[in-house]
């Protein structure tokens, strides 16, 4: 099934939207009451690979402080916090296929997830144009979709965003209603397809957490027409 809605991927990785003012330190909270979340994203844009995670008590993210820690790779990841949002991330300048998150708690219990990149997507070279009476039939290129995967186009331009996914196992294509593309994105934009994949982590707390991993083509012109 097809939907149009946008895309609310945090890689916050989390299917659910958080809202928090305050951030805590995870020292002070029950240790198997965190939720540990995962993402390793790729953008080939930038030919940049970023490994990030987050921890959450409930609704409010955590800091970890000693002996508590997180890696990946044996990397450090360096800690960021917007509006008592917090997470930890590393970019590598280049594709990462895969790597093994570790986080330790505040008890020295030891959590390891290791996370691999989907298949490689990209747009077809041929589509140049997308017509608002006619809507399009994308295939793109690379593996059909697997289990737990989703495939999303991405439109952007001065009007707005515009955004389909599919999750389809065995799909080949994404096709884009004529009636869903804002009249507001006529003109030139940019487009790029991205192809994810959510899965449970294979250790955790018994809160549990969220693995989710992601490619994303280069931006694209095109030219969107009536």
């Not at 290129?141 to 001065?158: Q, V």
Request: glycine fraction near 8%; hydrophobic fraction near 40%.
């Amino acid at each position: 099934m097809i939907s149009t809605r946008p895309l609310l991927i945090a890689l916050l990785m989390s299917s659910v939207i958080w809202i928090s003012c305050e951030s805590e330190d995870a020292a002070d909270v029950n240790q198997q009451r965190i939720e540990t979340n995962y993402t390793l994203s790729y953008q080939a844009g930038d030919n940049k690979t970023t490994a990030s995670a987050s921890f959450l008590f409930g609704s409010t993210f955590l800091k970890i402080n000693s002996p508590g820690s997180i890696t990946f790779d044996g990397d450090r990841l360096k800690e960021t916090e917007i509006l008592g949002i917090v997470d930890y991330q590393k970019s590598y300048s280049a594709k990462v296929a895969g790597g093994t998150f570790v986080y330790t708690n505040n008890d020295g219990e030891v959590y390891e997830n290791t996370l691999s990149l989907p298949a490689d997507i990209d747009l077809p070279a041929s589509l140049t144009e997308l017509s608002i009476a006619e809507g399009a039939k994308i295939a793109w290129e690379g593996a059909p979709l697997k289990s737990g995967e989703t495939i999303t186009f991405h439109l952007s331009g001065d009007g707005g965003d515009f955004y389909a996914s599919i999750s389809l196992v065995n799909a080949t294509f994404i096709e884009i209603d004529s009636a869903d593309i804002q009249a507001t994105l006529l003109g030139q934009c940019g487009m790029s397809i991205s192809r994810s994949f959510t899965g449970s982590l294979a250790e955790a707390t018994e809160e549990g957490g969220v693995a989710h991993a992601q490619v994303t083509s280069e931006t694209y012109a095109v030219n969107v027409v009536e």
